[in-house]
Every structure is written in structure tokens, then in C-alpha cells.
């Protein structure tokens, strides 16, 4: 199965990152439903500005938890490639 790491710009110019398995269906889930994530709940509407596919969970774990040690700048240089 298909995982991808995705960065969502929230509507208070934070950045959210997670993993998903459906990119399209997470992003609703944020936008739309109980399933989002707390931070995301409060910072509604979100929007993807990011995706990348990794091979399995755990790469996509690891590549989340490099992504969300990275500075705000280079999250944004990251987004803007």
C-alpha cells in the first residue's frame, strides 16, 4: 500500500504535516470531519500545499518526523521546489 507524507497550510498561515494512505479523503477529513486532526480542527479551512510518496509506513513515519523538525523557512523551501 501506498503511503504519502502531505503538508497542509492552515487558514492561520500555520503548516500541518502528517501521512495518509489517500491523500484526497485525509484532506476532507481535516477540512470536514471529526477524523482531522485537533490542530487542524481549530484552523480550518486547510489546504494541501505539499505531497510526496514513500514506499511503506514506516518511511513515510520517518520522513514526517524529518519534516516536522525542519524550521518554518525550510518547510516553505520544501513546498516551494
Known amino acids: ?3 504519502f507524507v502531505y503538508i497542509l497550510k492552515c487558514s ?4 500541518y ?5 489517500d491523500i484526497k479523503r485525509r484532506v476532507d477529513e ?7 486532526a485537533k ?3 481549530l484552523r ?8 510526496e510518496p514513500s514506499e511503506d509506513r514506516s518511511s513515510a513515519s520517518k ?3 524529518v519534516i516536522k523538525k525542519l524550521s518554518r523557512l525550510k ?3 520544501l513546498i516551494n521546489v
Open 63 to 65: 520522513r514526517e518526523y
Open 39 to 41: 490542530y487542524t480542527k
Open 30 to 36: 481535516h477540512n470536514n470531519s471529526d477524523k482531522g
Open 75 to 77: 518547510k516553505l523551501e
Open 44 to 51: 480550518r479551512p486547510v489546504a494541501l500545499v505539499y505531497s
Open 12 to 15: 492561520d498561515d500555520t503548516l
Open 17 to 21: 504535516t502528517g501521512i495518509t494512505t
Open 1 to 3: 500500500m501506498a503511503y
